[in-house]
């Protein structure tokens, strides 16, 4: 008696790898599962394990895969051996054949056109004397004629349009996990719509439908839902059909900023197509201005993480204060460690190593073995350059600025020529957006294509000014965000000058109150403006540090607008619009 689809047992498999192909990469892990499609429901997600396989001779995990799994060439320490592994699968692929009582275990994975040569690789490797186990079935193939307009199809978007989340470190469990709940619910389509009910009727099915030309997107969420939006700013969260929240975005009008994503025209990026393939529904908060809604944006990506907001997440990101020389650092601010903070402590970690070399005498040859070229540029080691390339580098800086060894304090000469790098800069035509804030130790434009053979001494010296001028950009920063957590900002709503203004008012880096007020009404003094400096570093916390990053990026914004905007910063002090354009030009 043939067996139903959603009786069958199938392997459930996926694969992690070092690289595209068996020519360019090894297997690094491998997950399955026996399931049923009729039994699989939500919170099943213990079904599945995954086993690590030990790369061959000297192979090493790539730095991208190591960031994308999460998996180091330390955890590949003491592992079974290969053999040892494929003798697992191959005696989990015999139960699942057995029970079927076919001659191949049916194993479902999503896209096998990627797994099946790393799987076939293996069995070549590990058991070339058996035929190869797997009677393979590819979902994305099925999902490819079962959802056609889909804006994606990979393994994420359809797991999440059909209302699964799979998590951002990408592991052979969770998407053995994922490819079970999708085989679940094509199973359905399958059988509801195309009434195929057997293995056998979709191979056949599979042979004979051809996958459709190219045909019109069809996005998840009801046109209705997007058409109702008020013409007014706030955030926007998209959420999936469970109710997991994507992705939150900032907007000046909610109605055209979120049915942007839907024009014919829109041109999108390979991971805005993935949300949107999944986000079924969407939840809104107005605000009474774009400024408020961005600081609001801040705030809740911190508090919900969604998966699809890169920028602002707290991650492993830290805040660090250091002391004169940057030769130390503290997490939080005293008596010793006083500047800052900054979002990068290798960078200023690099300002002290050249600081370093630039104290030695310039006729010997300086003793760099202690420090590699990266702890010189602040960048990872696989793009730094040679020692020696590097310290031809670091001499043709000496000597284009000779004059830092009369300068009686080196660390604030080397900050000026910072600043002064900064300013040249700015003087190049500038987005309203915030410029240079990666915050990371990840190199700049100038060293992510570089390899170690492709540096020269010339680019060494672009590098070690970059750095400089980063590290003046970030302290200059640190001292703006102290002086406006505690300040009251006024705007008008309108480009007339009589309009009513807005006005927000700060405190411990953080909105207090909010009012409107007539346009010719003075601004309060601010609560806090007789609040010690060091007592506004300790207030900043990475919260309050990106609550006041939005706020410096939209009141350039507000600038750009040619708003009447006021800023009163202390007892009398009080920054008018040239002021403030000045103030901001360089932050």
Not at 430 to 442: F, L, R
């Amino acid at each position: 008696m043939t067996v139903s689809l959603k009786d069958l047992q199938v392997l459930v498999l996926d694969c992690q790898t070092t690289g595209s192909h068996p020519g360019n990469g090894h297997l690094l892990e491998i997950g399955w599962a026996a399931i049923r499609a009729g039994h699989v429901k939500d919170g099943f997600e213990q079904i599945a394990g995954a086993h690590l396989v030990a790369l061959p001779g000297q192979a090493t995990i790539p730095r991208h895969v190591a960031r994308l799994t999460g998996i180091s060439d330390d955890d590949l320490k003491q592992i079974p051996r290969p053999a040892e592994v494929w003798e697992e699968l191959v005696h989990a692929a015999g139960k699942v054949a057995a029970a079927g009582r076919a001659s191949f275990c049916p194993t479902v994975i999503h896209f096998a056109r990627f797994e099946e040569p790393f799987l076939r690789h293996f069995h070549q490797q590990h058991g070339p004397e058996t035929p190869f186990p797997f009677d393979i079935i590819c979902s994305h193939e099925i999902a490819r004629r079962l959802l056609p307009d889909l804006p994606r199809r990979g393994l994420r978007a359809v797991a999440g349009y059909f209302g699964h989340s799979v998590p951002q470190q990408k592991r052979c469990s969770a998407h053995a996990v994922a490819t079970a709940f999708i085989w679940h619910h094509l199973v359905k389509m399958l059988t509801r719509t195309c009434e195929i009910h057997s293995l056998d009727e979709l191979r056949v099915w599979l042979k004979d439908t051809p996958v459709p030309a190219a045909v019109k997107r069809r996005f998840p969420m009801q046109r209705g839902i997007r058409l109702a939006l008020p013409d007014k700013p706030g955030i926007y969260r998209l959420l999936r059909s469970n109710g997991d929240v994507l992705y939150i975005g900032k907007a000046a009008s909610l109605k055209r900023r979120v049915n942007s994503y839907f024009q014919k025209s829109r041109q999108h990026s390979e991971n805005t197509l993935e949300m949107l393939t999944q986000a079924a529904d969407l939840r809104v908060t107005p605000t009474g201005s774009a400024l408020e809604a961005a600081l609001l944006e801040s705030e809740e990506i911190k508090r919900q993480c969604p998966p699809y907001n890169i920028a602002l997440k707290q991650g492993d990101r830290q805040l660090w204060f250091c002391n004169r020389d940057f030769s130390r650092f503290s997490p939080a601010v005293d008596h010793y460690h006083r500047l800052g903070p900054i979002p990068s402590r290798r960078a200023f970690a690099a300002l002290n190593a050249i600081g370093r070399f630039l104290q030695q005498d310039p006729n010997e040859y300086p003793d760099i073995a202690q420090l590699t070229a990266a702890d010189f540029l602040g960048i990872p080691s696989e793009y730094a350059p040679q020692s020696q390339c590097l310290l031809e580098g670091l001499n043709i800086f000496r000597h284009t600025h000779a004059d830092l060894e009369q300068s009686g304090n080196l660390w604030r000469a080397l900050l000026t020529i910072g600043t002064r790098l900064w300013r040249e800069k700015m003087e190049e035509p500038v987005s309203v957006n915030d410029p240079d804030e990666s915050g990371t130790a990840e190199p700049d434009k100038e060293g992510k294509t570089f390899g170690p053979e492709s540096w020269t001494p010339e680019s060494v010296v672009k590098g070690v000014e970059s750095l400089l001028r980063r590290c003046a950009h970030w302290l200059r920063r640190s001292r703006w965000f102290c002086v406006l957590s505690e300040s009251c900002l006024s705007w008008n709503r309108g480009n007339c000058p009589d309009e009513t203004k807005i006005v927000l008012v700060f405190a411990g880096g953080g909105v207090v109150e909010r009012y409107q007020a007539k346009s010719r009404m003075p601004l309060p003094r601010p609560p806090g403006a007789g609040v010690p400096f060091e007592d506004r570093q300790r207030n900043l916390d990475l919260i309050t540090y990106d609550r006041l990053r939005v706020a410096t990026t939209e009141l350039r914004r507000l600038l750009g607008e040619n708003r009447s905007v006021r800023l009163r910063v202390g007892k009398r002090a009080l920054l008018k619009k040239k002021e403030l354009s000045g103030a901001l030009k360089w932050l």
